[in-house]
């Protein structure tokens, strides 16, 4: 009677197990590429700079004037109370470690900017994956670029494409 039952709880949970197996499906879709494709994400490059001529290279031209106001402020400044000084010297300081560091600040506010733009893009794209995935019965949809092997019948690119209506460029050599 024990082996019944436990040939029966095998045989149902193989079952179980196939009927789950049989319901999984997987796609994935190479997000940065549909990004690229997006006709809006063309803009975006001479938005940036624009951003850069507009915003920060003036304030990087504001930061090297006030620096050599303050640095000839200091110098004036050998007849003053030291108090006054010291706080002198330490703004010029401060603007030198901004000067030296500049490609790095201009860089990050660059980035920011960047990703302030993408953001409506992405969220376009990942709502697309998703009306995509649901219409066509995808459980899992992956980055592409996190898998090694996958059949060329689970990428996504396409239907997401005609989604958002892009028109994906043609293969080379065909």
Same mark, same amino acid.
């Given at each position: 009677?024990?082996?019944?039952?436990?040939?029966?709880?095998?045989?149902?949970?193989?079952?179980?197990?196939?009927?789950?197996?049989?319901?999984?499906?997987?796609?994935?879709?190479?997000?940065?590429?549909?990004?690229?494709?997006?006709?809006?994400?063309?803009?975006?490059?001479?938005?940036?700079?624009?951003?850069?001529? +507009?915003?920060?290279?003036?304030?990087?031209?504001?930061?090297?004037? %006030?620096?050599?106001?303050? +640095?000839?402020?200091?110098?004036?400044?050998?007849?003053?109370?030291?108090?006054?000084?010291?706080?002198?010297?330490?703004?010029?300081?401060?603007?030198?470690?901004?000067?030296?560091?500049?490609?790095?600040?201009?860089?990050?506010?660059?980035?920011?900017?960047?990703?302030?733009?993408?953001?409506?893009?992405?969220?376009?794209?990942? +709502?697309?994956?998703?009306?995509?995935?649901?219409?066509?019965?995808?459980?899992?949809?992956?980055?592409?670029?996190?898998?090694?092997?996958?059949? +060329?019948?689970?990428?996504?690119?396409?239907?997401?494409?005609?989604? %958002?209506?892009?028109?994906?460029?043609?293969?080379?050599?065909?």
């Amino acid at each position: 009677m024990k082996r019944l039952i436990i040939a029966a709880l095998f045989g149902m949970m193989t079952l179980t197990a196939q009927e789950a197996k049989s319901q999984v499906k997987i796609g994935y879709i190479s997000i940065e590429s549909m990004v690229r494709l997006m006709p809006e994400t063309a803009k975006i490059d001479s938005i940036l700079e624009k951003y850069q001529n +507009d915003s920060i290279n003036p304030q990087y031209a504001n930061l090297v004037a %006030l620096y050599q106001y303050k +640095d000839s402020v200091m110098r004036d400044t050998l007849r003053t109370k030291e108090v006054v000084r010291k706080q002198i010297e330490q703004e010029v300081q401060g603007l030198i470690y901004q000067i030296q560091n500049w490609q790095t600040i201009a860089g990050q506010a660059l980035e920011a900017k960047q990703n302030e733009l993408l953001a409506p893009i992405y969220t376009k794209v990942y +709502d697309a994956i998703r009306a995509v995935a649901k219409e066509k019965g995808y459980t899992h949809v992956f980055n592409k670029e996190a898998l090694l092997v996958a059949p +060329d019948a689970d990428d996504l690119i396409t239907a997401v494409a005609a989604k %958002l209506k892009v028109q994906l460029p043609k293969p080379q050599g065909k």
